[in-house]
């Protein structure tokens, strides 16, 4: 009949919760529409000359399209603008040559034998986006830039990135009689990110194992059916760099400006955006591996032990200019300024419990137990550090090291929230203004260990798995938590229970202060170390529950084989609170980016197949 529905946008003394517009209302007459077509193609080629020579070509390509119009409609929150419409287009295309060359030989039924490869391959990236805004439309019901007729808010916006990379590659594998293993790698690489001369690097590894149950030393220790002492040592390149604000920096090693024209003077103004470093190059880490690998009791304990050294130098990083350069904060030097070492140990065993005729049961786990340290920054940082809003960054201490006000509880005389402060003379003392209050480090989010278990049995056809993981003593910023407790005056705000052990009177032996708008007093939105809590969980990442026929009962039908199953992902997470979740996160975390920088994501989604596996 033509009638609309008429939406609230706040226009009204209706109290509702502190957000803007109508959601109900953008969703109906607001329209967002994306296309992609993407292509992907892998062409290759091998042949072998003579016996051990074989020579391959490999080329892939990924062509990427998409576009995007955005209607932001008169009838909804475009309405002051008479309706707005956005479009924009963009084009990935990546190029990967690969070329090979492998020989191996024994030497004629020798116990020597060889593996030799040489290559060389190049990869070419290309990203074309043009993009367009404007408003006023026409019509209110078209969201193309054609039906837009405002000039003020016009802005058309094109560009055009490139990318490339190369590099030759070698390799050389030897063993004697299946017992001692020798290998050795290099590879020179080049980056278009950096300066000409400064876009070549080197790297390789060599590595080393011995296969010691082969030995007649071991030859008596019949429950020794394989173990394997292994050590490698390598090297590795980055060039994967982001600005400060988390996009590609492709052209880190120039300086990059913006460009204005004013229409009253005709003439053009420029404004530098980055300041580029033409002697920027590789960062690099340097590894070692040394362990064991395992096979005890005819197979059935398996198994490997191994330690890790990790160094990583010339660290891609964008430091601050000083305030006397002229450049202002926006404008940051793309550099290489220090290295971070990360060390521990990794431990894995799969093992069988019981085996007979009818039943299997058999059970795994694995763990890992590593220390990161930063060695080295740039001389500007070495005094007091590179220091965030959360976290700092310092020579001796953890990339992962927190750095926020230290709560010190209530002020049992009034129920006023109490921060520590430390004076001028290094003495500490509290006081009820965050703004005075001084912030510390307060430990690292890095757990001491994480890693998963899992059990599989089976018996007369039926099957049972379940696999875990798991995390212990590490800390994580609940954010969330903080949101729940920093109350305020708006209406439809969500609050915490833990508000009702808020101080009182009658309730002085308390952590929680006085209940009232900004009872944090002006902590406001500052990280602070009471909500710093236990990244320690433990989660049910599959339980499987399946039962497979008889053989005899399924030859009638002419059927290979028959499951049928159900299977159930991500089913549960167990954490210090409800609704956190501490797995794919550093720990570091505030108010407004969520619990450890999650804040943007959900949890990994709970499902639950049930199906059948039929083969004829």
């Given amino acids: 009949d033509g009638d609309r529905i008429v939406y609230d946008s706040n226009q009204t003394n209706f109290k509702r919760a502190g957000v803007v517009g109508n959601a109900i209302r953008d969703n109906e007459f607001n329209h967002d529409k994306s296309y992609r077509d993407v292509m992907t193609g892998v062409w290759g080629v091998a042949f072998t000359p003579v016996e051990g020579l074989s020579l391959s070509a490999n080329l892939g390509v990924t062509s990427n399209v998409s576009r995007n119009n955005y209607l932001g409609s008169v009838f909804a929150d475009g309405s002051s603008v008479d309706g707005y419409a956005q479009a924009t287009s963009g084009r990935m295309f990546t190029v990967n040559n690969q070329y090979l060359a492998e020989y191996k030989t024994n030497f004629g039924e020798t116990k020597h034998n060889f593996d030799i490869m040489a290559g060389y391959e190049q990869y070419k990236y290309k990203y074309q986006y043009v993009g367009g805004y404007n408003d006023h439309l026409f019509n209110p019901f078209v969201g193309e830039l054609n039906n837009a007729k405002g000039t003020a808010g016009k802005d058309l916006s094109s560009y055009t990135d490139n990318y490339m990379t190369e590099g030759i590659l070698s390799r050389l594998q030897y063993d004697y009689d299946g017992k001692y293993f020798l290998s050795a790698s290099y590879r020179r690489d080049a980056s278009s990110r950096f300066a000409p001369g400064h876009r070549w690097g080197n790297f390789g590894s060599v590595g080393a194992a011995w296969l010691m149950n082969k030995e007649s030393f071991l030859e008596s220790a019949e429950w020794i059916d394989l173990l394997k002492f292994k050590a490698s040592y390598g ?5 994967n760099l982001l600005t400060p604000g988390g996009s590609d920096a492709w052209y880190a090693y120039a300086d990059m400006y913006s460009a204005s024209y004013n229409e009253d003077t005709g003439e053009y103004s420029t404004a530098i955006t980055q300041k580029g470093n033409n002697e920027l190059t590789w960062e690099t880490s340097h590894a070692i591996n040394v362990g064991f690998d395992f096979n005890l009791f005819k197979n059935r304990l398996n198994g490997s032990v191994e330690y890790f050294v990790r160094k990583t130098s010339d660290l891609l990083f964008y430091k601050d200019f000083p ?34 005729k009818d039943l299997e049961w058999t059970m795994n786990a694995n763990l890992t137990h590593y220390r990161n340290k930063i060695l080295e920054l740039d001389p500007a940082y070495k005094e007091n550090g590179i220091k965030y809003s959360n976290s700092i960054l310092r020579e001796g201490g953890s990339i992962y090291q927190t750095y926020m006000y230290k709560y010190a509880g209530v002020n049992k005389e009034n129920g006023a929230p109490l921060y520590y402060k430390e004076n001028e003379d290094g003495s500490i003392t509290t006081t009820s203004v965050a703004g005075d209050a001084t912030k510390f480090e307060c430990g690292t989010t890095l757990p001491k260990v994480y890693g998963g278990f899992g059990t599989n049995l089976s018996y007369k056809g039926f099957d049972l798995s379940a696999q875990f993981s798991y995390q212990l003593g590490g800390k994580i910023y609940d954010g969330t938590y903080q949101s729940l407790m920093w109350t305020q005056t708006q209406a439809g705000q969500n609050m915490h229970k833990d508000l009702l052990k808020a101080w009182t009177p ?11 708008d900004n009872m944090w007093g002006d902590l406001s939105q500052s990280v602070c170390d009471y909500f710093l809590t236990s990244s320690n969980y433990l989660s049910i990442n599959n339980i499987t529950l399946g039962y497979t026929l ?22 549960a997470v167990f954490s210090k609170r409800q609704g956190l979740d501490p797995r794919f996160t550093t720990g570091l975390g505030s108010m ?25």
Avoid: C
């Fill in 235 to 239: 090297i590795q390149g980055n060039d």
């Fill in 550 to 571: 008889p053989k005899q009962v399924l030859n009638k039908a002419n059927i290979g084989a028959l499951r049928v199953y159900i299977a159930g992902e991500n089913l």
């Fill in 323 to 356: 305030l006397s350069s002229g450049f202002g904060t926006s404008v940051q030097l793309p550099t290489n300024i220090g290295s971070v070492m990360n060390h521990g140990i990794e431990v894995n065993l799969d093992g069988v419990i019981i085996r007979n």
């Fill in 592 to 616: 407004t980016s969520g619990s450890g920088r999650n804040g943007d994501y959900y949890s990994a989604m709970r499902s639950i197949v049930a199906g059948l596996n039929l083969t004829f």
């Fill in 506 to 516: 009658q309730n002085t032996n308390t952590d929680v202060p006085l209940w009232k």
